[in-house]
């Protein structure tokens, strides 16, 4: 069965997502001021912000707040708008999965600044017994598939000889699903090396074989203790990476 489309729900919650975009911006602002001089890089960011606007309205709808994935949809979607102005101002495709990478790596600095100044430890996140239900729950209720373009996963158990401690089996994305109804399935890599990108910076052990964005049946998210991340920028080297789909096209 599937649940009922709230058609206008982006754009009745334009002023949080659009605030939301601006914190995140703060972040792509440095990174631009490395390359730029300050209006330069005020102007690309002006862009950003009228491109996001342009999108928010054909965001697909996912379940709104009931569904906790519409901030991860709603995210990705705000790096297509910085991956399209980043395009128009000269970038190549990897100088943008390079920009990307900075930004994204910076983030997560300040998210692991502040889970530590909390008292929490930042590597141990994935392993908390409560995070690890609520992931299952939610991945049962991607079972039920009552949006369309809403995600579908499995939960993987790992432990018990096993390399890893649990993990996601996902065959249908929702960013994929968002951005090949944009054109821009080209760059779904780039949020696929993302997962890698939040581990690098908080510490704990991911690892995944083949992800939808480089043209694998499915994502095989895998959290792993005691397990040093790879650095996946550049992604050349990745078990995952396939060349034909890291590119212009």
């Known amino acids: 069965m599937v649940a009922k489309i709230v058609e206008d729900f982006y754009i009745r919650k334009r002023s949080k997502f659009m605030g939301t975009f601006d914190e995140h911006l703060a972040v792509v602002n440095e990174e631009l001021y490395k ?6 890089s005020e102007e690309l960011i002006s862009q950003m912000k009228v491109e996001f606007e342009k999108i928010l309205p054909n965001i697909p709808y996912i379940g709104g707040q009931k569904n906790p994935t519409t901030l991860v949809l709603v995210k990705c979607m705000s790096d297509l708008a910085i ?3 980043l395009e128009k101002a000269g970038f190549s495709f990897r100088e943008i999965g390079e920009f990307h990478y900075n930004y ?3 983030a997560h600095k300040l998210r692991k600044e502040a889970l530590e100044k909390a008292g929490r430890d930042p590597s141990q996140y994935p392993f908390d017994p409560v995070y690890i239900n609520y992931q299952k729950k939610l991945t049962e209720e991607t079972q039920m598939k009552l949006y369309p373009d809403d ?13 890893f401690e649990w993990g996601w089996d996902i065959t ?9 109804k944009l054109g821009e399935e080209k760059y779904l890599p780039f949020i696929c090396l993302g997962d890698y990108y ?3 910076a908080l510490g704990f052990g991911f690892s995944r074989d083949q992800t939808l964005g480089f043209g694998a049946p499915l994502c095989t998210h895998r959290f792993v203790k005691d397990y040093k991340t790879p650095r996946a920028w550049p992604p050349d080297d990745l078990e995952e990476f396939n060349t034909e789909f890291f590119q212009e096209k």
Do not use: L
């Not at 996963?153 to 018990?160: H, K, Q």
């Not at 249908?172 to 090949?180: D, F, R």
């Open 35 to 40: 390359k730029f001089d300050n209006k330069k």
């Open 83 to 85: 991956f399209r102005i």
């Open 104 to 106: 994204v790596i910076a």
């Open 151 to 163: 995600w579908v996963m499995d939960f993987v158990e790992g432990g018990d000889g096993k390399n």
């Open 172 to 180: 249908e994305c929702g960013v994929q699903k968002a951005y090949k």
């Open 198 to 200: 939040e581990a690098e």
